[in-house]
């Protein structure tokens, strides 16, 4: 008999921890999307502006001495022309362009105490700010 249990005992140590991982697996996340969540932003700092476009949006953070830009597609898919650039103010813009298939960026400028421009374009659509961020 103890022969039994103990054969029985084996087996739980091995078959508990892995249909707890693969219900793991399986089940659906919490929220209304099923476990489908946006990706986490790839900049430091606060968000500070999103600006919507037809095709997509341009986003801006800012951390104390840095801004940094990303340009998303509305509908990620087939690589398409994106672009994103930031201007500090008395600086040279810094453009990351190409064919993309979900963003362009990131990018991050030094831009303490300055104003920064950004554009950011998905399939020749897009957008131009002014200078921002004073």
């Known amino acids: 008999m103890t022969t039994d249990t103990g054969t029985s005992r084996a087996l739980a140590r091995i078959l508990v921890p892995l249909l707890a991982a693969l219900a793991l697996l399986l089940l659906p996340g919490p929220g209304p999307g099923g476990g489908v969540a ?3 932003s790839v900049c430091q ?3 500070t502006r999103t600006i919507a476009f037809a095709t997509g949006e341009l986003r ?3 951390t104390r001495q840095y801004v940094c830009a990303v340009t998303v597609a509305k509908r990620p898919g ?3 022309p994106m672009a994103v650039s930031l201007q500090p103010r008395g600086g040279r ?3 990351r362009s190409g064919r993309f298939d979900r963003q362009a960026g990131p990018l991050t400028v030094h ?3 300055r104003c920064v421009r950004a554009t950011g374009s998905v399939a020749g659509r897009g957008t ?3 200078w921002i961020l004073c």
């Open 38 to 40: 946006d990706a986490a």
């Open 128 to 130: 131009v700010t002014g």
């Open 111 to 113: 831009a303490l105490n």
């Open 45 to 47: 700092g606060r968000p």
């Open 78 to 80: 087939p690589r398409r």
């Open 93 to 95: 813009p810094v453009v």
């Open 60 to 62: 801006l953070y800012r």
